[in-house]
Every structure is written in C-alpha cells, then in structure tokens.
T-cell receptor
Framework: DAGITQSPRYKITETGRQVTLMCHQT?????MFWYRQDLGHGLRLIYY???????DKGEVPDGYVVSRSKTENFPLTLESATRSQTSVYFC??????????????????FGQGTRLTVV | AQRVTQPEKLLSVFKGAPVELKCNYS??????LFWYVQYSRQRLQLLLR??SRESIKGFTADLNKGETSFHLKKPFAQEEDSAMYYC???????????FGKGTRLSVIA
C-alpha cells in the first residue's frame, strides 16, 4: 500500500528494555521525522533526516537513536526505555523541507502513530 | 527560538456558532505557518497553510505579522469539525515543523 506506515501500532514494554519503532514510506520522500505527542506538550520533534545516512537531533532527542540506511525506512530505537518515554509516537515524511520556496510548497504526511507504554 | 503558542487547550462551541482557534508565534524571520488537524482515530493531516490563502472545509486563517498571529476561523461550526487542531511553524525552507500544544475543539449539537 502506498503511504507511510508505522509498526507496531501498540507496544507495551518494561523499563530498561530496548524497543524499536518502525516507519516506512513508499513515496521516496527525502525528509522523514519522528515526533512524540504528549498531553500538555503537543508534538515535539525527536529526530529528523534529510536523506539516507543524514540525521539530525530535534527538540527532545535524549534516550533515542535513529538510523536511515534506506530512504524509505526511518526506525526509532529506545535503547533503554523509561516511563517518561510513554507516549504516542508519530513518524512523518515530506518531499522537501517544509516551506521550501524553491522546491514548492509541500506538506508533511503522518503515519497513524504508535502508542508506547513503558511499565 | 521558534515558538508556537495555542492558549486554549479546549474550546467548546455550539453547532452553527463561529469558531476561532488562536495561534501566536515567535520568530524573527519569515515563517511559514500551517494548521494541522487530527480527527478521532485518524492520523494528523494538513488543513491549510498561510501561503496558499485557501479555505478548506470552511476554515480560513490569516497571517498577521504585526500581531504574530495565525488564528483559525470558521463562521459556522459543524459537529464533524470536532478534532484536535495544531498550529505549526517552519523557517522558510530550513527547519522542521514546530508545533503548538494543540487545541481540542468540541462542537456541541
């Protein structure tokens, strides 16, 4: 199916365990993003990637690791999960960096989200 | 630093009443502003962007650089407008989206 998909949709894990959230897009978009959504905080950027093998930190990167070996995949790993990482995680992709006037206006397409609970 | 402020966590209006979701931003350059919407059990999606000057589902938003605001408006609310609304900002071509904390709109029949 075309689009952007996240897996798993729901995950419960224990404190201290490593967990990886997957994100896959079929458009060959250059840019991919990971956000977490928390009550009272809205969406906060964790990491983003401009292309394969290029990643940058966002607002809240601590405790997370990303990789982008292929354009279509952008997995997010929690190396040692903590309760404060309980959240809903959204992956997004876009053709260009948003608001790029040279490329043309574009939008970010979001995955359906992964609800992660750390117990 | 870029910042987006949505002062209302929850906004309840009656069906047919006007709606205004407030968004203020702080940014020193030329920002691009967006409104994203998340309906129940659906993914986040773009509603509109200031550069397009379009009306989507009856919603409009005007960028006011003097007041640094990008309020979302609709003259007559519908029940299907009930959703979470996020205002977002980016530097022109260089930075990822920065989101506000969101406003939950509840339209009461």
């Amino acid at each position: 199916d075309a689009g952007i998909t996240q897996s798993p949709r729901y995950k419960i894990t224990e404190t201290g365990r490593q967990v990886t959230l997957m994100c896959h897009q079929t458009w060959s978009h250059s840019y991919m993003f990971w956000y977490r959504q928390d009550l009272g905080h809205g969406l906060r950027l964790i990491y983003y990637s401009a292309a394969a093998d290029i990643t940058d930190k966002g607002e809240v990167p601590d405790g997370y690791v990303v990789s982008r070996s292929k354009t279509e995949n952008f997995p997010l790993t929690l190396e040692s999960a903590t309760r404060s990482q309980t959240s809903v995680y959204f992956c997004a992709s876009s053709e260009s960096m948003l608001g790029d006037r040279e490329v043309g206006h574009t939008e970010a397409f979001f995955g359906q989200g992964t609800r992660l609970t750390v117990v | 630093a870029q910042r987006v402020t949505q002062p209302e966590k929850l906004l309840s209006v009656f069906k047919g009443a006007p709606v205004e979701l407030k968004c203020n931003y702080s940014y020193s350059g030329s920002p691009e502003l967006f409104w994203y919407v998340q309906y129940s059990r659906q993914r986040l999606q773009l509603l509109l962007r200031h550069i397009s000057r379009e009306s989507i589902k009856g919603f409009t938003a005007d960028l006011n650089k003097g007041e640094t605001s990008f309020h979302l408006k609709k003259p007559f609310a519908q029940e299907e407008d009930s959703a979470m609304y996020y205002c977002a900002l980016t530097n022109s071509g260089n930075t990822p989206l920065v989101f506000g904390k969101g406003t939950r709109l509840s339209v009461i029949a």
